[in-house]
RNA sequence: GCGCCCGUAGCUCAAUUGGUCAGAGCAACGGACUCAUAAUCCGUGGGUUCCAGGUUCAAGUCCUGGCGGGCGUACCA
């Protein structure tokens, strides 16, 4: 067998959000297919970054009070933690960000720019001149042109399916700011991408590049027609690389994106002294891409011509795969099946959810379902019952004595398993993970037969089958280490844990085509705990997102008192709410006034460098010390206030009728000074 | 309403892509065993492949129409 030199990416996870388990299911089904490729004595690069472009991004770092690099930064750092709690193991993860992709890009617009494919046109666009942007699409709501429908989004109308430009909407709305969005016209460009038509059509239909299924999506539904210019352009104010020949017009986030596969690759090169060009410029070199179907056509259209055009390696294989859902259904903050990375490692073991992707993959598009009840039995029933049990039921019997020095007869049990190696790669190969582990489940299911037959829990009452129980532990401790082995992509731990009971490490998939005899076997240790169903119920619990008050409204016996005592004042504008700029504070001194009865001087921080000197008169309610660190939430654009004791530069909010009965107002765990409140 | 996707045993999925394939795992039920994390082994039941037409020597597999579900707005794989 040649070692094959393999690049591998997954998508690039956008820094706007966690990770989630939705997103667990391309990078588990990416990791061990990387795995299995590096066990099979490949040359295979596992190579990611996240995604940190566009107005999302600029849009959100606003509202946090924060910059850019800082909340991509802080992003970033979590995004990593996560995937390694799940023993996702990148070569390199690196940023959109960054110097390189950069250099990378503008390298690929000088090929696009000297290609010809280049037009620049207009654009009409709404503005919003309050927050100073222009606004996507979704940004904008208003009323429906054609049936009058109130609240539409800027695209298309959810009541009479109208297609409009929200130039067209009927009194828009920003959603940012809630002002009237002006119509601006700016200069984009285009790259026509219908030059390559020809180039596409034979590309996504030769070569194995695609899943059938894709390829006659991508011939019915975009090139049976004359491909679209597509806009790579954003004008300013907009988070990402400016266009070095077009001042003041940003790429398109969708640009840089995939570009920062060669970027993150390029950051790993020259870390690790490697030629770039062996990996993007060589005909020896295999490029394989994991990503979701929902953007199939900007890595089978556009990034293809893209590549092509500036002379890169073009992808040997986009593999696509489907959505996950979760009993059946999209996944729900409400229902709590919208479970973070971080939440589910609180919970539950990685390993779980590795086997059980794996155990659901194939080779298709089609969406995965989570069926939770499903997930605990098949991980109590497969790994615990069948894998692990099996160096249970053995391991303690050889401890002393280890494995035997020539390998006995076992039927050809073996060689069964070892055979179909070939078999098993190949469903890895080909990513039908789930045939795979169905092939590995079925050799687990001939070695418990085995243990059965030959009942080594009769020959250790017989001190004169001593040597017959040995043999028969070392046949059952080796065709555990071959499930072992082909398990390995799958469960690195477990391939550990046998490493560490045999006293051999599980290197190369070729471990499982001889015997181990002769060694010695250490101290059994339990490799892997059944799930509780209440495990698994407490990850659920804990992430539900109740936007509503639970339980019934008619067990809370709240009386009428507070708002008799301070009755409803009129009606404020949503204007007139956004004049009050509310944030999350942190309380990072608290000093009460000697001289004052009530008064306490707060040093408030909104994070950075941002302090807000406050004094609030809540003396008889708390103590200075208690309030050092706790988050509350201040009127942050007060006017600055002169008292006898100094300026106030600020309000901390809170109920209450005064004295004694003030209650500050704290945000819910995981807000960040500085945020702020809507 | 429109567009796209889907509909095989209680559950999750197979069926070499029109040719003995109606199958597996889990669940259920009966029995065996007790080494093992109440794990394991043997056996049993269970489907008019959503419905109705059509094409064909032959249809889960292709076509048409219905019924049912999902997605299309998001945190987006």
Not at 136 to 149: L, N, Q, S
Not at 419 to 441: H, S, T, V, W
Request: aromatic residues 10%; hydrophobic residues 40%.
């Amino acid at each position: 067998m040649s070692q094959r030199r393999i690049l591998v990416t997954s998508a690039l996870p956008y820094a706007n959000g966690h990770i989630h388990i939705g997103h667990l299911v391309e990078y588990l089904q990416t990791d061990i297919w990387v795995r299995f490729q590096k066990l099979r004595g490949h040359r295979c690069i596992y190579i990611c970054a996240d995604d940190t472009h566009g107005t999302a991004i600029m849009i959100r770092a606003r509202q946090e009070g924060t910059s850019e690099e800082d909340l991509i930064a802080r992003m970033q750092k979590a995004h990593v933690d996560d995937f390694a709690g799940f023993d996702i193991q990148f070569d390199n993860y690196g940023s959109t960000n960054s110097p390189e992709n950069r250099a990378i890009c503008e390298e690929i617009w000088a090929s696009i720019r000297k290609a010809g494919l280049v037009s620049e046109e207009k654009v009409e666009q709404l503005f919003d001149t309050e927050v100073g942007t222009f606004l996507a699409d979704r940004f904008v709501k208003g009323t429906c042109p054609k049936c009058k429908a109130p609240n539409q989004y800027g695209d298309s109308c959810d009541k009479c399916g109208a297609h409009y430009s929200p130039v067209d909407l009927i009194d828009p709305k920003s959603t940012l700011s809630d002002t009237t969005p002006e119509i601006r016209t700016a200069d984009h460009l285009f790259i026509n991408i219908e030059r390559l038509h020809e180039f596409l059509n034979e590309w996504t239909r030769s070569g194995g590049h695609l899943q059938p299924e894709v390829a006659n999506y991508l011939a019915g539904h975009f090139l049976h027609e004359p491909l679209r210019d597509w806009d790579v352009s954003r004008p300013a104010p907009y988070f990402g690389f400016e266009i070095p020949d077009s001042p003041g017009n940003y790429w398109y986030v969708w640009f840089d994106a995939p570009i920062g596969y060669i970027g993150s690759t390029k950051q790993w090169c020259n870390r690790q002294g490697e030629d770039f060009d062996a990996w993007w410029r060589s005909d020896q070199t295999e490029i394989h891409h994991f990503i979701g179907k929902d953007i199939t056509y900007f890595h089978t259209l556009f990034w293809p011509a893209m590549l092509k055009t500036a002379g890169f390696n073009l992808p040997t294989k986009v593999h696509i795969h489907g959505f996950l859902t979760v009993g059946g259904e999209k996944m729900s903050k409400t229902k709590g099946t919208f479970v973070r990375a971080s939440t589910y490692l609180e919970h539950l073991n990685p390993a779980y959810l590795r086997y059980y992707y794996a155990s659901k993959l194939t080779a298709r598009v089609d969406d995965l379902d989570l069926n939770l009840d499903e997930f605990v039995t098949k991980i109590n029933s497969d790994l615990v019952g069948k894998v692990v049990n099996l160096a249970s039921r053995a391991a303690k019997f050889v401890e002393k004595s280890g494995l035997a020095k020539v390998y006995p007869d076992d039927g050809g049990l073996f060689q069964q398993a070892a055979e179909d190696g070939q078999a098993i790669a190949e469903c890895y190969e080909k990513c039908d993970f789930n045939q795979a582990m169905r092939r590995i489940m079925a050799a687990a299911d001939r070695a418990n037969q085995y243990v059965d037959q030959v009942q080594p829990w009769v020959l250790r009452k017989d001190p004169d089958k001593a040597a017959e129980l040995q043999d028969v532990c070392t046949v059952i401790l080796n065709l555990f280490r071959q499930i072992a082995v082909y398990l390995a992509p799958v469960l690195p731990r477990l391939a550990e844990q046998t490493a560490e009971l045999l006293g051999k490490p599980i290197a190369q998939w070729d471990e499982a085509q001889s015997p181990l005899v002769g060694t010695p076997v250490a101290r059994f240790k339990h490799m892997l705990t059944r799930v509780e169903p209440a495990q698994v119920e407490a990850m659920v619990a804990a992430s539900v997102e109740s936007d509503l008050p639970s339980g019934p409204a008619a067990t809370y016996n709240d009386g009428p008192g507070p708002l008799e005592a301070e009755p409803l004042t009129e009606t404020c504008s949503f204007d007139d709410f956004l004049k009050v700029d509310l944030r999350v504070a942190r309380i990072v001194e608290a000093v009460a006034v000697p001289k004052a009865n009530k008064l306490v001087q707060l040093t408030l921080s909104l994070g950075g460098d941002k302090r807000l000197n406050v004094f609030a008169g809540i003396k008889e309610a708390y103590q200075p010390e208690d309030l050092v660190g706790r988050l509350v939430v201040c009127v942050a654009n007060l006017a600055p206030r002169k008292m006898k004791f100094g300026t106030s530069e600020g309000m901390v909010v809170a109920s209450g009728p005064g004295g004694k009965d003030v209650f500050l107002l704290s945000p819910d765990s995981g807000a960040q000074p500085g945020q702020r409140v809507h």
